[in-house]
């Protein structure tokens, strides 16, 4: 009897315990949470400083993460969305479901950042990237691509930030032709996948020449594989930037530690992490620097949409890129 009570009694602390100890839930992309992804890194060593259980939800790639948010409103668990990019913020704020960050930093993002809603933790720019032993002489430009028998695979724009991104990459650097320079690729696409790992994983597996990926891409074969084989092509009509951000939920029943998440967020702790677990450059350079690759290439030219002006153009942009594929 006496252990049984004593068991209960156990049970019943532990479960009090649990019970006070403050959940932190985290939006965001499908391999930010992977094993290899940052996730693992920042849990740990956010944990180790906030007193509370910080918890990753997978959503499959970035873009569909404003879906969600979009769909659950007010009613989703979630404190932070991690993961959305520039392309999308003017959309997200639009909705009303973000509330102000009050984080004053200074970040080593290569262009002008300063937005009331969103921060970001890491940044870099798309490329196609190829394996040098099978494609000795990649496309130069996409008019280049277009006219080539190169097969490549590329992600969905209403899923995937860098499939996103891929239409404002056109978008910026073809304007009124961007409907013709994709006529002209839709031939030179196998698949559009919903995200960027299922892409990667079909170049990997020879189904095409090229992938949409990041400049960095190379890198994580160089440092993590000791394989200098991937190459991202330098493409004539300049690069486009992706910077990755995150937002506070302005209905989170967590403020104070969201808010200090998003602190924690542009810290060593965090932003050590990022170039070799999520192969980006870090949005405030560690003390230890970047690792050796990732100036493999630095593109002479940065395109970049401001966040309002790429909602204005993403539903036509949208409409060409389907209207192409469709043929």
């Given at each position: ?254 403020p104070a530690l969201a808010d200090a998440f998003l602190a924690f967020m542009l810290s060593e702790?965090?932003q050590s992490a990022i170039p070799t677990t999520n192969w980006m450059y870090p949005a405030v ?43």
């Amino acid at each position: 009897m006496k252990a049984s009570i004593l068991a209960a009694g156990v049970l019943c602390a532990a479960t009090m315990a649990t019970a006070e100890t403050p959940v932190l839930t985290v939006l965001t992309y499908d391999s930010f949470v992977s094993e290899w992804g940052p996730g693992p890194v920042v849990e740990k060593a956010f944990e180790a400083a906030c007193a509370c259980d910080l918890q990753f939800v997978g959503a499959g790639d970035g873009a569909a993460l404003l879906a969600r948010v979009q769909l659950e409103g007010a009613a989703s668990a979630a404190d932070i969305v991690l993961g959305l990019d520039t392309n999308l913020t003017a959309q997200a704020a639009a909705t009303g479901l973000f509330a102000p960050h009050g984080v004053t930093a200074t970040t080593a993002l290569p262009v002008p950042f300063a937005d009331p809603m969103f921060l970001p933790y890491d940044w870099g720019w798309f490329a196609f990237v190829y394996d040098k032993t099978k494609l000795a002489t990649p496309p130069a430009s996409f008019e280049a691509l277009a006219a080539s028998d190169v097969k490549i695979v590329i992600q969905d724009p209403r899923s995937s930030t860098p499939g996103l991104g891929l239409l404002m990459w056109v978008k910026t650097a073809y304007g009124d032709r961007a409907a013709e320079i994709w006529a002209g690729l839709a031939d030179n696409i196998v698949t559009v996948t919903p995200g960027w790992s299922e892409a990667y994983g079909l170049f990997l597996e020879g189904e095409a020449d090229m992938v949409l990926s990041y400049t960095t891409s190379p890198a994580y074969h160089l440092i993590a594989e000791q394989d200098d084989s991937k190459a991202a092509a330098p493409f004539s009509e300049g690069h486009y930037l992706q910077v990755e951000v995150a937002g506070k939920l302005a209905a989170t029943d967590q403020p104070a530690l969201a808010d200090a998440f998003l602190a924690f967020m542009l810290s060593e702790g965090f932003q050590s992490a990022i170039p070799t677990t999520n192969w980006m450059y870090p949005a405030v350079t560690p003390a230890a620097g970047l690792p050796e690759g990732f100036e493999s290439l630095h593109p002479a030219t940065s395109l970049l949409m401001t966040a309002d002006e790429a909602m204005a153009v993403r539903a036509g942009a949208l409409a060409e890129w389907q209207a192409a594929l469709a043929r």
